[in-house]
């Protein structure tokens, strides 16, 4: 399976550990992340009309110092699945999304007629996060997710999406289900148990394959057996 994401840091946190998931559990799987910090859907339209090679390449969870655009990543194999996503800021003002995220998807539609387009629903900050109070619209982590997850239900809807990849609702169920600390910064994923959990919805989602069991343990920071199975208990709740 080749998956290419159309993302920023978010897609990155997803895709750090997922080649090496897939493999340990005996699944090819090729993954390429194209990298912009903080890229919102709008300025990836803006990159495909004016073809700018504004993205980082990375390759399979590491980075390569490639840089290229939207159109030569797509030129550059015959993808099986391509993900989409709103920067995490706007993520749940779907305001946002229209009318870019239907024309990268017209476009990515154009070069890849056979991949199958699935939306990357991302997650929401933590409580205390000083983003979450810049953001002045929600009170807490629960009001920003369920934005989230309205917002993403119009944009697959939008664009016949294939799918949704739900890390936002497995993020928020691994809190509820009491792991210290699924952050690293307040937004982004923490490097162990959060790019955990995420490897493992991109990995039940695209694969269909129980997870339940699952040993894999190639991480940045370590994971304790009590993580594993609460990010595990969290994934299989919501894919």
Known sequence: MKILSIGNSFSQDAQRYLHGLAKHNGEEMKTVNLYVPGCPLRSHYINVLENNAAYDFEFNGVATGLKVSISQALASDDWD???????????????????????????????????????????????????????????????????????????????????????????????ELGIEKIHRDTFHASLGAGRYLLALCWYKAFTGKDISNDTFNEFDVPVTEEERQIVIKAVNSVV
């Open 81 to 175: 699945v391509i993900t989409l996503q709103q920067a995490s800021f706007y993520s749940g003002r779907y305001e946002t999304y229209s009318p870019y995220i239907e024309e990268v998807a017209k476009f990515v539609r154009k070069y890849c007629p056979h991949a199958k387009i699935w939306i990357h629903q991302t997650w929401a900050y933590e409580n205390e996060s000083q983003l979450l109070k810049n953001l002045q619209i929600f009170e807490r982590s629960e009001d920003m997710l369920a934005a989230i997850c309205d917002s993403y239900a119009k944009a697959a809807k939008a664009i016949d999406a294939y799918g949704t990849i739900p890390c936002g609702k497995a993020m928020m169920k691994a809190t």
